[in-house]
T-cell receptor, first 110, second 115 residues
Framework: GQNIDQPTEMTATEGAIVQINCTYQ??????LFWYQQHAGEAPTFLSY????GLEEKGRFSSFLSRSKGYSYLLLKELQMKDSASYLC???????????FGTGTRLQVFP | GAGVSQSPRYKVAKRGQDVALRCDPI?????LFWYQQALGQGPEFLTY????????KSGLPSDRFFAERPEGSVSTLKIQRTQQEDSAVYLC?????????????FGPGTRLTVL
């Protein structure tokens, strides 16, 4: 079976750095996605990791360790608009379906 | 249009009523997915199409749920005899890829409320 865990809620201050962790126990692995979802809106793609290591894209970075079944999303120089839910999703099987975690709701305070 | 569109955006149904939710994927996208998202939860996979072929429907919660994509473009998710537990946001996503890791683009969702 598949199990993906991430914290339910996090808070941080504007300008700070926050790390959102995701652990997974799955049978098979074809990649790990991070999506951002503002309340009432569609999820939007942030990053995709298939090889171990860090992928950097502007203020956002994502890390993957396949051997540990672990990923994190790092957000730097936080802005108020970064307040959203961050969804960790595992790409599984041969049908490209994404298995999502419950999402981490991040609140950024001034 | 530039993105995935869904209609209606909001739907209120009385318990026992049938509903149909429409998804217009990005033009040329081969793969189409339906997800169900309950409040405060991540999306859960329902079904997957590659062109007009429904390759995976393992996530459909019951035989009251039916999806089709007859011409390999627009898709419809139909829920028969709706129940209160069907209340959720139904998200549609499309991607270019046939297989492998292709970014999925999500539509705005249809929020279904069953009274």
């Amino acid at each position: 079976g598949q199990n993906i865990d991430q914290p339910t809620e996090m808070t941080a201050t504007e300008g700070a750095i926050v790390q959102i962790n995701c652990t997974y126990q799955t049978s098979g692995f074809n990649g790990l996605f991070w999506y951002q979802q503002h309340a009432g809106e569609a999820p939007t793609f942030l990053s995709y990791n298939v090889l171990d290591g860090l992928e950097e894209k502007g203020r956002f970075s994502s890390f993957l360790s396949r051997s540990k079944g672990y990923s994190y999303l790092l957000l730097k120089e936080l802005q108020m608009k970064d307040s959203a839910s961050y969804l960790c999703a595992w790409l599984g099987g041969d049908t490209d379906k994404l298995i999502f975690g419950t999402g981490t709701r991040l609140q950024v305070f001034p | 249009g530039a993105g995935v569109s869904q209609s209606p955006r909001y739907k209120v149904a009385k318990r026992g009523q049938d509903v149909a939710l429409r998804c217009d994927p990005i033009s040329g996208h081969v793969s189409l997915f339906w997800y169900q998202q309950a409040l405060g939860q991540g999306p859960e996979f329902l079904t997957y199409f590659q062109n007009e072929a429904q390759l995976d429907k393992s996530g459909l919660p019951s035989d009251r749920f039916f999806a089709e994509r007859p011409e390999g473009s627009v898709s419809t998710l139909k829920i028969q005899r709706t129940q209160q537990e069907d209340s959720a946001v139904y998200l549609c996503a499309s991607s270019k890829g046939l297989a492998g890791a292709a970014e999925q683009f999500f539509g705005p969702g249809t929020r279904l409320t069953v009274l």
